[in-house]
């Protein structure tokens, strides 16, 4: 954790620097200062057949979920999900010029009892000793 | 939102045709009367490996998840998906006289406190003025 | 269900085999004695673009999602998981020594008033008769 996963239509691959799409999330999810730099993991998925709104081939859309870990209160999480949110519309100002273009966020929390993680980075990253 | 999303076996490829099937669901979704054209967005995730069952090479599965806001009542819920998984059902009768694949779907409403949304699509398909 | 969902970054692809991997999962599904074969269904799905930790090229990630039906106790469902996350781990051993790995699971529940499924392969492989 945390864990942010874009799903996108794949008529958007021309459109959208994706791997840029994912450094400027990181960033967002680092500035928030809630997350520790060695668990971040943006990803993106791409969808090869979709079908949107009124079914013309221009119509694209992004899908963005954020899983995160227990321990935010409810308006650090606000905050966090408005962040990223205004951080993507703006960087995809250009498809918002369109009629043929959704957004979307959700944020959800991993039950910390049904939940498992190793991490190897963390160790490269933590400040060594106190 | 609505989001539905299909992930599926690769070995499904050449035995179904997943741009007609958004297509079904696309509409069917759309004739619950329950959701707004602009917000539909179905799309496929393709899994190129997988472990099916007994493992033989032609087990095969689609698993859909219908991702909703808030607003329905339970009976409206269930009613839509009873209605997604029989249109589906149907559309992939041929799959089902082998005994090598398996569908599923869930339903689940997302927290409409922890999402963001933004489309360019409404003010193109809403109608105008009142 | 049950459903086994692997979500990984493509930079993995020539150092992990996701094939085997999968069989180990589905293994160790079904060794728990809590799971019908004939329901299981482990697969993967790559994430081509991705932001990772530090932005190193070498870091990657493998983030699992595991969700079953209902029926199971919180015990059963903490050892499913834990005998899993184990088997995983113990595979990636060699992913491990590096400092630029990541590895989850979350285990969560579907709701069965949600849900539906029609499985073909069951009736193959489930004991005739009584």
């Known amino acids: ?59 694209g859309f992004i899908d963005m979920a954020f899983r995160i870990g227990h321990g935010r209160s409810d308006a650090e999480k606000k905050a966090t999900g408005t962040a990223i949110f205004e951080a993507v519309t703006q960087e995809l100002a250009s498809l918002f010029a369109t009629p043929h273009f959704a957004l979307s966020l959700e944020v959800r929390e991993i039950d910390p009892d049904l939940s498992w993680k190793k991490n190897a980075i963390h160790p490269r990253l933590r400040p060594k000793g106190n």
Chains 1, 2, 3 share one sequence.
């Open 1 to 59: 954790m945390p864990h942010f996963t874009i799903e996108y239509s794949a008529n958007l691959d021309a459109r959208v620097d994706f791997d840029r799409l994912c450094r400027t999330i990181h960033k967002t999810i680092l500035d928030t200062g809630l997350f520790e730099i060695g668990a971040i993991r943006v990803r993106t998925i791409r969808c090869a057949d979709y079908a949107v709104a009124d079914l013309l081939p221009e119509n």
